[in-house]
């Protein structure tokens, strides 16, 4: 008999009587605006949010990342140095500065943004930037966790991420510290899509 | 094998007051985030039903959710593998490797490649295995297991780990600072990273409708290592799978605020197919799991989602360091799950617990531990499996006091003979009780001589 059907064979044997699927209630909650729990819960993880859009986003990068020369852009609202099909070799990104993605879904609740291989086409843009940038239309924010995992990308994708953060470790002291891995800082800017 | 001795193990590192303190301290520290979490999400408790009512559904239905999940994986191009046990699970994963000769692998945390001794399996036939969970890549500098579920370095202090980069590294030995540290680890990992030909991860969960592999971390490294390679590679225990999404979103919101105080991890990440080019193997693993579901008192245990809160919390876990145990798992969830592989290996892990209930408390799957502790007592005892001085004072005890005569005159003389002896001759080795506490002062008299003196005439 192969592992499979052993396995099988085994659990059917010995599993416990059925038990009965409980209902997930929503857990929806009266409170203040989605776009507040929202940034008081990324900044919580280290995170930030820009409630509207710059005037002049090539000045507001300038600004915020002088040092940086190689600009990722997966959306249309800037054209940046590079595009993510500019990487067919996935370790490549790691000479990304900064990345600039929309993001089709927040989460109030943890302040968490969706991204999948269609917002990035080529995933590792998003973690081995040194930085990222996302673009998220406040009207896109839901409340908790229960009313994200509705959306079609947890399906439909190969790969989805709610990225909450930059990456982080607290594996040495017991402390938090920022970059592990991956990102070292993450900015969220309110911008709702044309 | 010889029986862990699980407390001369912790006596060693409780003598270590440095470490012991720092330990206990950082745990405590995370049991407390813990309890604060929670008391922010008014439905905690709530969703502590839901998450076990859950898993017990579906450990009750699992073969219906294994087809179900495997099913979904294919249509989502992955490659769906079966491993009776550690073994297979092992050459399984070699094979895939092998094939396409690939030598270097990157590596997220994963418990069930722990449990497999996946990395020395690997290493001893040539592959390159980078752990990129720092913790882990810690252990693994060091050449040891991991110490704890969720930070498997929380025994080790900032100077240890200093010490440990600058004789890998060649860091700062005298910095200490956790970010430059971290930033160290980044330095050198990072181009294992990008080179590896090949990338493993654990699951946390794996959803049977969607075929999605869930990993929760704060580092991104799943991220990379899942991405990063052409080869994907999902190492995944049989009861992780979940039925759905909705399901999904219980144990998102409870696993990270029982595991670090924190609402969410930086990364909950679902893979369901291959990335772009490249190739996604799941290994499903048995290794003794469809043996526990059969046993009535204990198969709760593979509610477990790994959280690490019952560590935590535990007292005799606190003052362990993790590796006294010599287990992949360790503290509480330990106690209840090694017992069943060798129950003369680990036979001393259920008499470490004071039983009480800590554990069960913080438990976000609700397993009733401390109850599953007190019934591994009870199957050792059946067993036989306790230490041979234990067995003879037992066996001694038992027959005295089936004889109450014979009880009375050696308790008369006990207490006699404890007052007139040399302390040496007290505090022997067989003594265990007197190690670390002072024996009370013999009472003047036996109970049945009070009660001979003052109530055995009562009431004629």
Not at chain 2, 146 to 170: C, M, N, S, W
Not at chain 2, 328 to 357: C, Q, W
């Amino acid at each position: 008999m192969g592992a499979r059907e052993e396995i099988l064979d085994n659990v059917r044997k010995n599993q416990p009587c059925g038990r009965d699927l409980p209902a997930v209630p929503m857990f929806h909650r009266e409170g203040r605006p989605v776009t507040e729990t929202f940034a008081a819960a990324l900044k919580t993880m280290a995170g930030e949010t820009i409630e509207r859009p710059p005037s002049d986003f090539a000045e507001f990068l300038q600004r915020r990342f002088p040092a940086a020369k190689n600009i990722c852009s997966a959306v249309p609202e800037f054209p940046g140095g590079k595009k993510p099909l500019d990487f067919p070799d996935w370790a490549s990104p790691a000479a990304i500065d900064v990345t600039v993605v929309r993001s089709p879904l927040g989460v109030a609740e943890t302040g968490s943004v969706l991204l999948s291989e269609k917002e990035l086409g080529v995933n590792t843009i998003a973690f081995l930037a040194h930085d990222i940038i996302v673009l998220l239309d406040p009207k896109r924010i839901v409340e908790n966790i229960h009313d994200a995992y509705a959306h079609p990308a947890f399906r439909d994708s190969n790969y989805a991420v709610l990225l909450t953060g930059p990456s982080g470790t607290a594996d040495v002291g017991g402390i938090v510290v920022h970059p592990a891995q991956a990102v070292t800082t993450m900015t969220v800017i309110f911008w709702p899509e044309s | 094998m010889r029986p862990i001795p699980l407390a001369e193990n912790s006596a060693k590192f409780v003598a270590d007051k440095g470490h012991e303190g720092h330990f206990d301290a950082k745990l405590w520290m995370i049991r407390q985030k813990r309890d604060a979490m929670a008391r922010t999400i008014p439905e905690w408790e709530e969703l502590r039903d839901l998450a076990s009512a859950i898993k017990e559904h579906t450990l009750s239905n699992l073969v219906h959710y294994l087809e179900t999940f495997e099913a979904s994986a294919k249509r989502n191009g992955a490659v769906v593998h079966w491993a009776r046990d550690a073994k297979e699970h092992n050459e399984i994963v070699h094979g895939i490797l092998k094939d396409r000769g690939a030598t270097t692998l990157i590596k997220s945390k994963s418990m069930l490649t722990e449990e497999c001794d996946t990395r020395p399996y690997l290493e001893s036939r040539g592959i390159v295995v980078t752990e990129t969970d720092l913790g882990e890549r810690i252990q693994q500098l060091d050449h040891e297991p991991p110490a704890h579920i969720v930070g498997p370095a929380h025994q080790k202090t900032t100077a240890d780990v200093a010490k440990l980069f600058a004789r890998e590294y060649g860091s700062d030995p005298a910095s200490r600072e956790p970010t430059y540290l971290a930033n160290v680890m980044r330095e050198h990992t990072r181009p294992l990273i990008l080179e590896a030909s090949a990338g493993l991860t654990g699951a946390n969960f794996a959803v049977a409708e969607t075929g999605a592999i869930v990993t929760v971390t704060n580092e991104g490294n799943a991220d990379l290592s899942g991405n990063a390679p052409k080869i994907r590679i999902c190492s995944v225990g049989i009861e992780k799978i979940i039925p759905r999404n909705e399901h999904l979103a219980v144990f998102v919101r409870i696993l990270t605020p029982s595991a670090t105080g924190k609402r969410i991890t930086q990364y909950t990440s679902h893979f369901l197919g291959p990335r772009q080019g490249g190739e996604m193997h799941i290994v499903l693993v048995d290794n003794g799991r469809s043996a526990r579901l059969g046993m009535e008192k204990f198969w709760t245990a593979l509610k477990c989602i790994r959280c690490g809160a019952c560590l935590d919390t535990c007292p005799v876990f606190r003052r362990s360091g993790g590796l006294s145990y010599e287990s992949t798992y360790a503290g509480p969830i330990g106690m209840v799950l090694m017992p069943a592989l060798d129950a003369h290996r680990y036979r001393e892990f259920p008499k470490a617990s004071t039983l009480n209930g800590s554990c069960t408390n913080v438990c976000p799957v609700k397993i009733n531990l401390h109850e599953q502790i007190y019934e591994w007592r009870e199957v050792m005892e059946k067993k036989g499996e306790k230490p041979f001085v234990e067995k003879i004072l037992m066996n001694a005890a038992g027959r005295l006091l089936s004889h109450p005569g014979a009880y009375r005159a050696a308790s008369q003389a006990a207490n006699a003979f404890v007052r007139i002896l040399p302390r040496w001759a007290v505090y022997n080795p067989f003594n265990t009780w007197g190690r670390q506490r002072e024996m009370p002062a013999p009472a003047s008299e036996t109970f049945h001589e009070w009660y001979r003196k003052n109530r055995k005439h009562r009431g004629k």
